[in-house]
């Protein structure tokens, strides 16, 4: 006969010993953005079960704050831990973020959607959605940004590489628009130019026009 007994994480059967080991879910989640320059937004997260990533997303956002993303990437981690139906911890850099959820929002949603001074809570849209998908099975904590945490750094670089690709995006539409429709903007801009300034102006479509092979300057000299 064997005796079954349980305590805790462990449970002898018989005269084995036996340990259970619960591998958690972590989403680590991050926001950046480029404020001096085009403030587009990136929003992260990455999945890690049994210290491997299973999953990551990330997406560019249109004139988007700093904070206003680091709210999208814990509100599409929820969303994606409601999925999960089993224990998850989500963490985040943004006290800010991990203090609002946990705390804040609680009396922001009592008070009408207004801060203890009456004002307004900014990115009210989000944090009402976020407080509607609460799950006792997920956790939200703090993590310390840029340190030694290999999966914060590694969610980190995943908003620098959306940024990168946007950047890359953007390079290939203007090479697209100089290669392509230069001279169509040319004539839709004619307006914007000076007079004196068109010799110069068609010198240079001409030029560049004839290494393509599109044009002569006889062609040009006609369109003038």
């Not at 089993?86 to 943004?94: F, K, L, N, V």
């Not at 990115?123 to 799950?135: F, M, T, V």
């Not at 539409?173 to 102006?201: A, G, H, P, V």
Request: proline content about 0%.
């Amino acid at each position: 006969m064997f005796y079954f007994y349980c305590w805790g994480d462990t449970f002898l059967l018989g005269s084995f010993y036996f340990k259970f080991k619960q591998i958690m879910i972590y989403i680590y989640c991050d926001g950046g953005n480029n404020a001096l320059s085009d403030k587009k937004g990136v929003w992260a997260f990455a999945v890690i079960e049994n210290k491997k990533v299973i999953d990551e997303h990330y997406e560019l956002i249109e004139d988007a704050t700093n904070s206003r993303v680091e709210i999208l990437a814990l509100y599409n981690s929820l969303l994606y831990a409601e999925q999960l139906n089993e224990p998850c911890i989500i963490r985040s850099d943004s006290q800010y973020v991990v203090n609002s959820y946990n705390d804040w929002v609680y009396k922001w949603a009592h008070n009408g959607w207004r801060k203890a001074d009456g004002g307004e809570v900014a990115h009210q849209d989000l944090w009402e959605k976020i407080n509607k998908i609460r799950h006792a099975h997920i956790v939200v904590e703090w993590v310390k940004g840029h340190g030694t945490d290999k999966w914060n750094n590694y969610v980190d670089k995943l908003t620098q590489i959306g940024r990168k690709k946007d950047k890359k995006k953007e390079k290939k539409k203007k090479k697209q628009l100089n290669k392509d429709n230069f001279f169509l903007w040319f004539i839709n801009n004619l307006d914007e130019f000076e007079e004196e300034d068109f010799d110069t102006i068609i010198n240079l479509i001409t030029t560049y026009e004839e290494k393509q092979g599109k044009v002569s300057r006889q062609d040009m000299a006609f369109r003038h």
